[in-house]
């Protein structure tokens, strides 16, 4: 794993170096769209809907719209703004572990000790495993300040980004002010199936059903020979900065012509072409 973030723990006094690296990955098959006649990729451009241009993106901004009118916030404008100014990860409070709400929870990462000795790294450890406590801390990261709940997975240090409270919508349903009654057969004929079904939990016993399939249709289509030569997909377009695209094939051929036909050059020098003669206009 690659670390993607340096930074400290610090609570009082105490100052953890560590490493942050993502905790996931996605395993998902990449998929891309292509016309459906022909095969050949489908491109995105970024055009301008005043002029129709082709905006290389060297010129694009950002842009508030509250639907009536429209702030544009240029790069020294969002440059003036707080960002990573800190690289610590600050502990603002210890609170019992069941109050942190799952549903709050988001990206996770693992935090490795960054230090010649790891037991500053430990001790934290080891005092949240004891209190059963979750740390909730704050940090900066990608110019986003974020809350985020430290806790132990096995040997690790987790630490977990929280959503804030404003980006957690409230579930309101009128269905469930009513009264609803449940009896007491109801309830012992539900937990007897909830005991039927019980055992203790192994993810490794899950799989993404349809990646598999989805993989295996692949497989069986490349066997029967229902495939594109991936060159062929690819045509003419636009990048970002309104040139031309080169497919990375093409440019490989293109660099090897070049260098035999300079290797061929130096051995057998070709004769220079007379020059044209200039022809004047007519005024």
């Not at 000795?117 to 974020?146: C, G, M, W």
């Not at 005991?195 to 939990?201: C, E, G």
Request: glycine fraction near 4%.
């Amino acid at each position: 794993m690659r670390s993607i973030w340096k930074g400290a723990l610090t609570f009082g006094l105490v100052n953890v170096p560590v490493k942050v690296y993502s905790a996931t990955e996605d395993h998902d098959v990449s998929l891309h769209q292509v016309h459906n006649a022909d095969g050949g990729r489908i491109r995105y451009q970024r055009i301008c809907e005043i002029d129709g241009e082709v905006v290389p993106y060297s010129d694009i901004d950002k842009a508030y719209d509250d639907g009536e009118q429209t702030v544009v916030l240029t790069k020294d404008d969002l440059a003036s703004l707080p960002s990573e100014r800190s690289r610590e990860i600050e502990v603002v409070e210890f609170v019992p572990s069941e109050q942190v709400d799952l549903l709050t929870l988001d990206k996770a990462y693992y935090l490795e000790p960054d230090s010649s000795s790891p037991k500053a790294y430990v001790l934290l450890r080891k005092t949240l495993e004891q209190t059963d406590r979750t740390a909730i801390v704050r940090f900066s990261l990608r110019q986003k300040t974020r809350l985020a709940a430290l806790r132990v997975r096995g040997d690790v240090l987790v630490l977990q980004t929280l959503l804030w409270a404003d980006e957690v919508r409230e579930a309101a349903f009128p269905a469930l002010e009513e009264s609803v009654r449940i009896s007491a057969k109801e309830l012992e004929m539900s937990a007897s199936l909830v005991d039927s079904f019980s055992k203790d939990f192994d993810p490794e016993e899950f799989t993404d059903e349809y990646q598999e399939e989805l993989r295996t249709l692949i497989d069986a289509k490349l066997e029967q020979g229902d495939a594109l030569d991936t060159d062929a997909t690819f045509g003419k377009a636009e990048d970002d900065d309104g040139g031309e695209v080169i497919d990375l094939m093409e440019a490989l051929r293109a660099s090897v012509e070049r260098s035999r036909a300079a290797r061929g050059e130096k051995d057998a020098p070709a004769k220079k072409a007379p020059a044209k003669k200039k022809t004047s206009k007519a005024s």
